[in-house]
């Protein structure tokens, strides 16, 4: 996407930079992108987050932050809600970056020798835990506090599973279609005398 964007500003031959916003969102996007679908693991991060992919990430956090303070600071916008990706949509993205800074922080240190690998971290059994909370308290249409449904949070945790087994990640990948025969594909032609 981000790839086509930047074609399709090149195409347009103005010197207008109307684009160049949209293209900044989606280097930022992709970027994050990239960096929760890479496959190397995150190795001896408990002391010293030294990794350039975690710092990637907090760059990306300070980006949509700063969008948000320079759209709130603009006395031209008339409606600023309207210039920013949903404030749900921010929260997820905080949420997951500082989340997942966090989790590659306190894994190391309760198991020594572990590592992380981006590409499998999966969260549909928190979201799942989530979506039932939502449901048991009020519909799912609400957004509680855990205060408000913490009663019921020992009933979702004793029919929960921690595996699931909806998940996208897992190490499978998209590797070439491999087909056999028995007989060669350009056979040899046979002369007739």
């Known amino acids: 996407m981000l790839n086509l964007m930047i074609q399709y500003q090149k195409s347009l031959r103005t010197n207008d ?24 693991p995150l190795t001896d991060i408990s002391n010293d987050i030294s990794d ?51 989790f590659c922080i306190n894994k190391p240190t309760r198991y020594s020798g572990s590592s992380i690998i981006p590409s499998r971290i999966n969260t549909d059994p928190i979201e799942n835990i989530f979506c039932q909370e939502r449901s048991l308290h009020n519909g ?17 945790i004793l029919g929960e599973s921690t595996i699931s087994r909806k998940s996208n990640t897992g190490g499978h990948n998209a590797d070439p279609f491999s087909y056999h025969t028995k007989n060669p594909l350009n056979p040899s032609k046979k002369q007739r005398h």
């Open 17 to 40: 930079n109307k684009l160049d916003s949209s293209v900044e969102l989606l280097k930022n996007t992709s970027q994050l992108i990239k960096n929760f679908r890479d496959c190397r």
């Open 52 to 102: 350039d992919r975690l710092k990637v990430n907090d760059d990306e956090l300070h980006f949509f932050k700063e969008w948000k303070t320079s759209v709130i600071k603009d006395n031209k916008l008339s409606n600023k809600e309207k210039c920013l990706i949903s404030h749900q949509t921010r929260q997820d993205i905080s949420s997951l970056i500082i989340g997942f800074k966090h």
């Open 140 to 156: 799912a249409c609400t957004n509680p506090t855990y205060l408000g449904y913490c009663n019921t949070m020992n009933s979702v």
